[in-house]
């Protein structure tokens, strides 16, 4: 999806955009007052103050309609530069833009006229109104002046403008099937979560449905880790300061945990990673060369403060599980148990159907001395490693500096959902840092005490951003196994057919399949209605036909073709899918 920050042409246009729109605005509303409308990601908006009056869904067509008076009004957009005693003076009715004039240095500042209307702005923009054609108001929402909820509550209006209609459209196109495969909706068709704010902003509740999907895919990853060797544990979601003080994470983390509680003699925090409480039964054994590596594994709870606009259904919270491990190896180990974590995503990726995603090198900025734990040694080895094991592996990536945990350099596996920009998914951390802070060591061969290298990894990185993607990615038409439920079981007719739906829902019930009877008295159509909104893989739709030949007629989730097969080859096609875990929106 186009970046209107990032593209220089549509940064221009949007930034213009942003001065129709509050030139739109004063026409409508004389008494709004404007506070800032930059240009973001997607499209522009402005923060506005309407007195009492409140926005509504079609007011934005009414601005929208003075918008077009004003582009095709062709009035040249006039730069000027007038003193800061001149900007007070001009605005000194405006509260708002008095205190961004405020806290600007002395010396001229820029301000763009377009007929009657005047807006500070560096610029720069579009040379007359009449360039500004192709424009489209998105949502509006509130917003706090200045981001902070002690202050007055503004409105805010989003928009998007483009060079050409075409491209317009094909922006609109996309953000409706955004819509569609918003994770925030699907969830609640599917009934998979809800959130409260009488229980806390960003703290998702998973209903039946989503508690299911929950556990099969918490079953999956660790029946994966098992296979490779893996040891499960359970750790307390919170802990003493002490222990992150000695991480290194309450000096470079704090601000994102949330507030300490003190117990007794004791301050703890809610955990927000789980690295301190795996070095700490790591530690709680003597180990030998031979027991390396050592890989602990944990489903772990922890939380994080994020501020409440940055919260997103269950993509961005503020608890969270992360499918967490911590793998403890010598150096001659490196490469190897590298090897298989980036091996492992890659099957993971592969059975889940996961195929738009590439590889990224986070390394650490060697001039910022107060993000990185200071060892320069330490970090050329580490960093040297990664890139000699990827180079060696034979992956792609592309290097980025900057982006290192405090302790160590990192692989991240970024991924492209259907819609919306890239993020990560997947990562494996390499790091020489924690194992001497939390003074851990192993007897090598030699008889001698040696300190472990640590690889920190998250194949699904948590659970609960894995389900918001993976449900975005397939439209919510979950593959077969993953399906809270499986098979609905629809009688044509309760009166003659329910007997048959009954034998067949009973004999998919005794063969394991997460299975429903739909025998309500309701019309067939209203059935079939209802099972596409919730969209269950398989509906079977019996009738007399099928009573009479001992068959069943099923139909895919987001198909109308009917296909009647026997019961025994209708469960072989279900086990098959299964197995497979094939998916439905490929």
């Known amino acids: ?64 309609r003075e918008m077009k008076k004003c582009s095709k009004s062709a009035k040249n957009i006039i730069r000027r530069e007038i003193s800061k005693k001149e900007a007070l003076e001009m605005f000194k009715d405006d509260e708002y833009k008095i205190d961004l004039i405020e806290r600007m240095e002395d010396g001229n500042i820029s301000c763009y006229t377009q007929g009657d209307f005047t807006d500070l702005c560096r610029g720069p923009h579009v040379a007359n109104t009449k360039e500004l054609k192709y424009f489209k108001l998105t949502k509006f929402s509130g917003a706090y002046y200045k981001g902070d909820a002690n202050n007055k509550m503004l409105q805010r209006i ?86 992150y003080k000695t991480s290194g994470h309450w000096d470079h983390y704090k601000d994102n945990m949330f507030p300490k509680m003190k117990v007794e003699d004791e301050e703890f925090v809610l955990r927000p990673m789980n ?30 403060f994020e501020t409440s606009g940055s919260l997103k259904g269950i993509e961005r919270v503020r608890t969270f599980c992360q499918n967490d491990a911590h793998l403890f190896v010598t ?17 993971v990726y592969k059975e889940l159907g996961i195929e738009n995603f590439r590889f990224e090198l986070s390394l650490r900025d060697p001039l910022d001395k107060v993000k990185y734990y200071p060892d320069d040694e330490m970090w050329n080895n580490a960093e040297t490693t990664l890139r000699e094991v990827l180079n060696d592996l034979g992956y792609d990536y592309v290097e980025k500096i900057g982006e290192a945990a405090f302790y160590g350099p990192k692989l991240d596996v970024q991924v492209k959902p259907a819609v919306g920009p890239e993020y990560t998914l997947s990562t494996c951390q390499l790091d020489f840092c924690l194992p001497m802070r939390f003074d851990l060591g192993y007897i090598d061969s030699d008889g001698n005490k040696k300190t472990p290298v640590v690889l920190h990894r998250a194949i699904f990185g948590s659970i609960d951003r894995f389900m918001a993607y993976y449900l ?57 209605r209802e099972s596409v909104i919730k969209k269950i ?32 080859e209708f469960i072989k096609l279900l086990n098959d899918d299964i197995t497979s875990k094939r998916r439905y929106d490929k």
């Open 1 to 64: 999806m186009v970046d209107f920050k990032e593209d220089e042409k549509l940064n221009i246009l949007n930034h213009s955009c942003a001065h129709l729109l509050a030139q739109a605005v004063k026409h409508l509303y004389p008494q709004a007052k404007f506070w800032v409308g930059p240009v973001v990601s997607e499209g522009f908006y402005y923060d506005i103050d309407l007195g009492d009056e409140v926005i509504k869904e079609e007011d934005l067509e009414k601005i929208e």
């Open 158 to 243: 989003y928009g998007v403008c483009f060079p050409t209609e075409e491209e317009l459209n094909a922006y609109l196109k996309e953000l409706e099937e955004m819509k569609l495969r918003d994770h925030r909706k699907i969830g609640k068709d599917l009934e998979i979560f809800m959130v409260s704010d009488l229980v806390g902003k960003g703290m998702p509740m998973y209903l039946p449905n989503g508690y299911l999907i929950w556990e099969m895919l918490e079953n999956y990853i660790k029946g994966k880790e098992r296979a490779l060797g893996y040891k499960h544990v359970l750790t307390p979601p919170l802990g003493n300061v002490e222990l």
């Open 275 to 304: 690295c301190p409480h795996h070095m700490m039964i790591y530690s709680n054994s003597i180990h030998s060369y031979r027991d390396l590596p050592i890989r602990i594994g944990e489903i772990a709870r922890d939380c994080r």
């Open 331 to 347: 150096p001659e180990q490196i490469e190897q148990e590298f090897s298989s974590v980036v091996n492992l995503i890659l099957e």
């Open 472 to 528: 975005e990615e397939t439209k919510g038409y979950l593959p077969v196994w993953l399906a809270p439920v499986q098979i609905q079981v629809v009688p044509v007719n309760i009166e003659y057919h329910e007997e048959y739906a009954k034998e067949i829902y009973k004999a998919l019930e005794e063969e394991g399949f997460r299975v429903e009877l739909d025998n309500r008295n309701e019309k067939l159509g209203y059935k079939l």
């Open 537 to 568: 893989p398989y509906m079977l739709i019996l009738g007399q036909k099928e009573a009479d030949s001992k068959t069943v007629s099923y139909r895919r989730a987001g198909s109308e073709e009917t296909t009647t097969v026997t019961l025994e």
